[in-house]
């Protein structure tokens, strides 16, 4: 008699769900999945396509997406050879994670924090340390610090700034934890250009242990496209290219790369817009009654509500999508949203007013 199917599969699967977002991806207004509100110009598109189209779509691209490597790496100011390109940054954890983890090994976690890195390290059989956030969703740096010494941990994660939170880690703090532990230091900076906090990307020489991420899914507006980075010292990246899917990137990725970094006044003007605009939510949702706000470093803010998944549901039958936080540890009754239109943010704010 054959064995029923799902002892033919990994275990670890028993323990996790497939990813979904409640409430879908279409809506009136979408503030659910922390996305630029701004599209990439139709002038440039036809540009990307223009180029494009004259590709051979019967051959491979390279190996790895060498060209939109060097475009990145030269418009850091970086070697290319401390840079690897991904389809999106999702596909660039999985790499870091095989690399970095297996049985047996430990991984530390600030909780919460972004749900994929679990998922993995649970696909992987490793072991997660998980250290929780202050009551007001801060790191706790010092509780990092020890149980990174006392679990001797093999590979630490830090989302900063972090989703779902908001919140993020300094400069000096992020230096501190990679110099105090010999685990390989994973620093997603998917958020960083609305961040307060500067980029750890200039520790990469002083830091072997040092893994930065970055997406082009956010202040780019690219999520659509599938761009993501890992920036590392050259023997590090050396390893952790090991693992990587090949051809896992197409030419259109690349040329789509080139074409926005040579018009990032596209990005700076988009981001400008969205920290102006934060602020404006900020100071409207003190003003509300019953909304609890929490002061961000994102594109997006955290509220915390009498009953979130009841608000959720008025917003969405009012054409609002916003995504329900509340299943993360420490965030009871929260909703989250992306800075989205001045009309929409001012729909949205009504929306809240009349609760």
């Known amino acids: 008699m054959k064995r029923e199917i799902e002892y033919l599969l990994n275990p670890a699967l028993k323990n996790i769900a497939a990813y979904r977002v409640e409430g879908g991806q279409e ?9 630029s509100p701004f599209d990439v110009p139709m002038w440039l598109k036809e540009e990307i396509i223009g180029e494009f189209i004259k590709e051979p779509w019967n051959r491979y691209p390279d190996i790895l997406p060498y060209k939109g490597m060097r475009a990145y790496a030269d ?35 600030p909780d919460p924090s972004f749900s994929l890195y679990e998922k993995i390290a649970l696909l992987l059989q490793s072991q997660i ?20 010494h006392d679990e001797a941990v093999d590979f630490i994660v830090l989302s900063t700034p972090n ?20 685990a390989i230091v994973l620093v997603d900076e998917a958020y960083i250009e609305f961040s307060r906090q500067r980029s750890v990307l200039e520790l990469i020489d002083e830091l072997p242990n040092l893994v930065v991420l970055r997406t082009m899914s956010k202040a780019l507006a690219l999520a659509g496209i599938r761009i993501g980075f890992a920036i590392a010292n050259p023997l590090l990246m050396a390893e952790i290219a090991k693992p990587k899917i090949p051809f896992a990137s197409s030419r259109l990725a ?3 790369l080139t074409k926005v970094l040579a018009n990032y006044s596209l990005v700076t003007d988009a981001v400008s817009y969205i920290l102006h605009e934060r602020e404006k939510l900020y100071a409207a949702l003190l003003s509300l009654e019953g909304i609890e706000p929490f002061l961000s470093d994102t594109n997006f803010l955290i509220i915390r509500v ?39 943010n001012k729909r949205l704010i009504e929306k809240l007013g009349a609760l």
Not at 88 to 102: D, P, Q, R, V, W
């Open 27 to 35: 809506a009136e207004i979408k503030l659910n999945q922390n996305e």
């Open 163 to 182: 989703n779902p939170t908001g919140k993020s880690l300094t400069f000096e703090e992020i230096r501190l934890i990679a110099h105090s532990s010999d």
């Open 254 to 256: 690349e040329i789509t």
């Open 129 to 148: 340390v998980t250290v929780p956030m202050r009551a007001d969703l801060d790191f706790d740096l010092e509780a990092i610090l020890r149980v990174a």
């Open 75 to 109: 418009f850091l100011g970086i070697s290319p050879d401390s840079v690897m390109m991904s389809n999106g940054s999702n596909e660039m954890l999985y790499t870091i994670f095989l690399a970095c983890l297996g049985p047996c090994r430990k991984v530390l976690i």
């Open 306 to 344: 009498s009953d979130a998944r009841a608000l959720f549901q008025r917003l969405q039958s009012q054409g609002i999508l916003v995504r329900n936080v509340s299943g993360y540890h420490l965030m009871e009754n929260c909703l989250r949203f992306n800075v989205g239109l001045v009309d929409e």
